[in-house]
């Protein structure tokens, strides 16, 4: 057996040549978007999208790793990692407690993008189903608020009425986004299996993912302080971390067993989880959860962006209608979270940052984009690669264009200084 292995290479081997191809390829990415001033995950996407269509220029290479079911098996941990990580950057507390206008821009942001979306896809695709159209829509209703984030810090107003509201609004935004896509690849995964299209279904559904959220974190947060109080008491190393992913995994499997997207339960399993569960591993020294899953994220996530910039042909924006369906896509992804300024109910806050706040897609544009390449009806998946290009594209554009209107959004809001003195932004 050993020689056997031996003469024929261990097959373990090509992997991780694979694996550090793509992970230098998506931090050499990811460092040239940071010196631009833009996202690390956009210069990882980007990197996927150059190494997929090398092929343009007779290099085909990396052509094989587009389907490859291991990278795609990593990729997929990835992502549930990176939704447990944004859960555990929120908590239940945060979520109750965001006030009116942020719950009003976080309902807004969600409703309006999915309605624009679904139009554009029965005006664009009319022969796609209403699946397709409403996929479009659950997909539009992402926002990836941590690129407004690092504006709002880097312009030191982190502390101001606008940020609160759309950090605020992040919160149910991602709760109210994941129920939406819940609610769709529910409805489509019965279709699948025959089920008609009706109303009732949608709204069972619907309803069954609000339930299990709810149920998931009533429940954890009950469970969570026993289990870690337990847990302290063992001396075994890495018992914090295995608390933590056993509760990641263990939902995404329950929240897969119901019909709904793994994510899903990642996300909830990371809002069950607040600092004062695991209190007792940090006070004798070890670091919080979040400093022990940021470098096992760090190490999948990117493989999975730079899977997605993999899938991405440049071909299909020669393909009529393509780029066509892409300038609709991005148009809506922008007027859409516009309506979020509706909801601010507080007087004199800068409306129009709310609005441009909410705009990015981000990552999380590009998890809901995934999962409609995963779901398949009729042996057909949802979301084919001329529609996948162009929700890319959306991605990467609404990505670009956040920083630099979010900057001039508040610079236009800036109090008039006396004559002779110069206005700083």
């Known amino acids: 057996m050993a020689a056997d292995t031996l003469a024929h290479g261990d097959p373990v081997a090509p992997l991780v040549l694979t694996l550090a191809a793509l992970l230098a390829a998506a931090k050499v990415g990811g460092e040239i978007a940071i010196r631009l001033g833009q996202p690390a995950v956009l210069g990882e996407l980007v990197a996927g999208i150059v190494l997929g269509n090398a092929g343009l220029a007779g290099v085909h290479l990396f052509d094989p790793l587009k ?63 209403p699946y397709v159209h409403a996929f479009l829509g659950a ?87 026993g289990i870690f109080g337990l847990g302290a008491t063992l001396r075994t190393r890495g018992v914090l971390l295995t608390i933590g992913l056993t509760f990641c995994f263990l939902l995404s499997w329950l929240a897969d067993r119901i019909g709904l997207a793994p994510i899903v339960g990642a996300f909830a399993a990371g809002l069950i989880l607040e600092q004062v569960h695991y209190r007792d591993f940090v006070s004798r020294g070890e670091r919080p959860l979040e400093d022990l899953i940021r470098p096992i994220t760090d190490f999948l996530a990117p493989i999975f962006f730079i899977l997605m910039g993999l899938r991405t042909d440049l071909r299909a924006f020669a393909e009529p209608g393509v780029l066509g369906l892409a300038a609709a896509l991005i148009v809506v992804a922008i007027v859409g979270k516009q309506a979020c300024a509706l909801g601010v109910l507080t007087r004199g806050v800068n409306r129009l940052a709310i609005g441009v706040g909410m705009i990015p897609r981000g990552e999380v544009g590009l998890i809901f984009a995934n999962t409609g390449m995963s779901l398949r009806l009729n042996g057909m998946p949802i979301v084919d690669s001329r529609t996948f290009s162009a929700l890319v594209l959306m991605v990467v554009v609404t990505t670009l264009i956040t920083p630099p209107a979010l900057r001039w959004s508040l610079f236009r809001r800036s109090q008039p200084l006396r004559r002779g003195t110069r206005r700083s932004v």
Not at 67 to 96: I, K, P, R, Y
Not at 112 to 126: C, D, E, N, R
Not at 143 to 150: E, M, N, Y
Not at 157 to 177: F, H, M
Request: glycine share 10%.
């Open 67 to 129: 389907a490859d079911a291991t990278l795609a098996l990593f990729a997929g941990l990835g992502v549930l990692l990176l939704l447990f990580e944004v859960g555990l950057e929120s908590t239940v507390a945060e979520m109750l407690n965001v006030g009116a206008s942020a719950f009003l821009v976080a309902v807004l942001g969600v409703i309006t993008p999915f309605a624009l979306g679904w139009i554009v896809g029965a005006w664009l695709l009319p022969t796609s189903g």
């Open 139 to 225: 997909t539009l209703c992402a926002t990836s608020v941590g690129i407004t984030a690092r504006v709002f810090q880097d312009l030191g107003r982190s502390r101001t009425q606008e940020a609160r509201i759309i950090l605020g609004a992040a919160v149910i935004d991602d709760v109210l986004g994941l129920v939406i896509l819940a609610t769709v690849a529910g409805t489509i995964l019965a279709a699948s299996q025959g089920a008609a299209f009706s109303f009732a279904a949608i709204v069972w559904i619907a309803a069954k993912a609000a339930v299990f959220l709810a149920a998931a974190l009533g429940i954890g947060v009950r469970l969570a302080p």
